[in-house]
Nanobody, 129 residues
Framework: QVQLVESGGGLVQAGGSLRLSCAASGGTFSSYAMGWFRQAPGKEREFVAAISWRGDSTYYADSVKGRFTISRDNAKNTVYLQMNSLKPEDTAVYYC??????????????????????WGQGTQVTVSS
Protein backbone atom coordinates (compact mmCIF):
# COMPACT_ATOMS: atom_id res chain seq x y z
CA GLN A 1 0.00 0.00 0.00
CA VAL A 2 1.40 3.35 -1.05
CA GLN A 3 0.93 6.45 1.04
CA LEU A 4 1.22 9.87 -0.56
CA VAL A 5 1.59 13.14 1.33
CA GLU A 6 1.48 16.48 -0.47
CA SER A 7 2.97 19.73 0.76
CA GLY A 8 3.84 23.17 -0.53
CA GLY A 9 0.42 24.63 -1.16
CA GLY A 10 -0.57 28.11 -0.04
CA LEU A 11 -1.72 31.55 -1.05
CA VAL A 12 0.11 33.36 -3.84
CA GLN A 13 -0.56 36.36 -6.02
CA ALA A 14 -1.22 35.99 -9.72
CA GLY A 15 2.04 35.70 -11.60
CA GLY A 16 3.77 34.07 -8.67
CA SER A 17 5.21 30.60 -8.22
CA LEU A 18 4.81 27.62 -5.94
CA ARG A 19 6.43 24.21 -5.79
CA LEU A 20 4.38 21.30 -4.60
CA SER A 21 5.98 18.16 -3.25
CA CYS A 22 4.57 14.68 -2.81
CA ALA A 23 6.40 12.22 -0.59
CA ALA A 24 5.65 8.55 -1.15
CA SER A 25 6.09 5.64 1.25
CA GLY A 26 5.06 2.02 1.53
CA GLY A 27 5.94 0.94 -1.97
CA THR A 28 8.70 0.84 -4.54
CA PHE A 29 8.54 4.43 -5.72
CA SER A 30 10.53 3.82 -8.88
CA SER A 31 7.92 1.25 -9.99
CA TYR A 32 5.17 3.84 -10.16
CA ALA A 33 4.18 6.46 -12.64
CA MET A 34 3.24 9.63 -10.77
CA GLY A 35 0.79 12.39 -11.49
CA TRP A 36 -0.88 15.54 -10.29
CA PHE A 37 -4.56 16.36 -10.47
CA ARG A 38 -6.55 19.29 -9.16
CA GLN A 39 -10.11 19.98 -8.15
CA ALA A 40 -11.74 23.36 -7.83
CA PRO A 41 -14.97 23.86 -5.85
CA GLY A 42 -17.97 22.56 -7.76
CA LYS A 43 -15.83 21.04 -10.49
CA GLU A 44 -14.62 17.58 -11.32
CA ARG A 45 -11.09 16.46 -10.60
CA GLU A 46 -8.92 17.28 -13.59
CA PHE A 47 -5.57 16.07 -14.81
CA VAL A 48 -2.58 18.39 -14.51
CA ALA A 49 0.58 16.42 -15.27
CA ALA A 50 2.11 12.94 -15.24
CA ILE A 51 5.63 11.52 -15.28
CA SER A 52 7.02 8.06 -15.95
CA TRP A 53 9.18 6.19 -13.47
CA ARG A 54 12.42 7.39 -15.04
CA GLY A 55 11.16 10.87 -15.67
CA ASP A 56 11.76 10.56 -19.41
CA SER A 57 8.10 10.80 -20.36
CA THR A 58 5.72 13.53 -19.26
CA TYR A 59 2.25 14.76 -20.11
CA TYR A 60 0.67 18.09 -19.31
CA ALA A 61 -2.82 19.48 -19.53
CA ASP A 62 -3.04 22.21 -22.16
CA SER A 63 -4.07 24.69 -19.47
CA VAL A 64 -0.72 24.38 -17.65
CA LYS A 65 1.67 23.56 -20.49
CA GLY A 66 4.62 25.95 -20.49
CA ARG A 67 3.90 27.11 -16.93
CA PHE A 68 4.06 23.93 -14.82
CA THR A 69 6.84 21.34 -14.68
CA ILE A 70 6.57 17.89 -13.14
CA SER A 71 9.72 16.14 -11.95
CA ARG A 72 10.71 13.36 -9.60
CA ASP A 73 13.60 12.28 -7.41
CA ASN A 74 13.50 8.51 -7.01
CA ALA A 75 16.25 8.62 -4.38
CA LYS A 76 13.96 10.77 -2.23
CA ASN A 77 10.70 9.04 -3.17
CA THR A 78 9.31 12.43 -4.08
CA VAL A 79 7.54 13.97 -7.03
CA TYR A 80 7.35 17.72 -7.56
CA LEU A 81 5.15 20.17 -9.40
CA GLN A 82 6.80 23.51 -10.11
CA MET A 83 4.08 26.05 -10.88
CA ASN A 84 5.04 29.37 -12.44
CA SER A 85 3.01 32.27 -13.79
CA LEU A 86 0.09 31.23 -11.64
CA LYS A 87 -3.38 32.43 -12.53
CA PRO A 88 -6.52 32.73 -10.39
CA GLU A 89 -8.03 29.86 -12.38
CA ASP A 90 -5.27 27.61 -11.03
CA THR A 91 -6.92 27.83 -7.60
CA ALA A 92 -7.81 24.31 -6.49
CA VAL A 93 -6.92 21.46 -4.20
CA TYR A 94 -3.98 19.68 -5.80
CA TYR A 95 -3.71 15.92 -5.45
CA CYS A 96 -0.77 13.65 -6.00
CA UNK A 97 -1.49 10.26 -7.56
CA UNK A 98 0.43 7.07 -8.20
CA UNK A 99 -0.17 4.42 -10.77
CA UNK A 100 1.07 0.88 -10.19
CA UNK A 101 3.00 0.68 -13.43
CA UNK A 102 6.25 2.36 -14.51
CA UNK A 103 5.00 4.03 -17.66
CA UNK A 104 2.36 6.74 -17.96
CA UNK A 105 0.69 4.99 -20.87
CA UNK A 106 -1.28 7.09 -23.29
CA UNK A 107 -2.51 10.60 -22.64
CA UNK A 108 -6.08 9.28 -22.69
CA UNK A 109 -5.22 6.91 -19.86
CA UNK A 110 -3.31 9.48 -17.83
CA UNK A 111 -6.07 12.08 -17.76
CA UNK A 112 -8.59 9.59 -16.35
CA UNK A 113 -8.57 9.63 -12.51
CA UNK A 114 -9.95 6.08 -12.47
CA UNK A 115 -6.67 4.86 -13.98
CA UNK A 116 -4.69 5.95 -10.93
CA UNK A 117 -4.35 3.62 -7.96
CA UNK A 118 -3.29 5.75 -5.00
CA TRP A 119 -4.07 9.30 -3.93
CA GLY A 120 -2.82 11.81 -1.42
CA GLN A 121 -5.05 13.94 0.76
CA GLY A 122 -4.49 17.09 -1.27
CA THR A 123 -2.99 20.52 -0.69
CA GLN A 124 -4.78 23.81 -1.25
CA VAL A 125 -3.42 26.30 -3.77
CA THR A 126 -5.06 29.71 -3.87
CA VAL A 127 -4.06 32.33 -6.43
CA SER A 128 -5.30 35.86 -5.77
CA SER A 129 -5.85 38.38 -8.54
Amino acid sequence: QVQLVESGGGLVQAGGSLRLSCAASGGTFSSYAMGWFRQAPGKEREFVAAISWRGDSTYYADSVKGRFTISRDNAKNTVYLQMNSLKPEDTAVYYCAARARPSIGTMTESVNPARWDYWGQGTQVTVSS
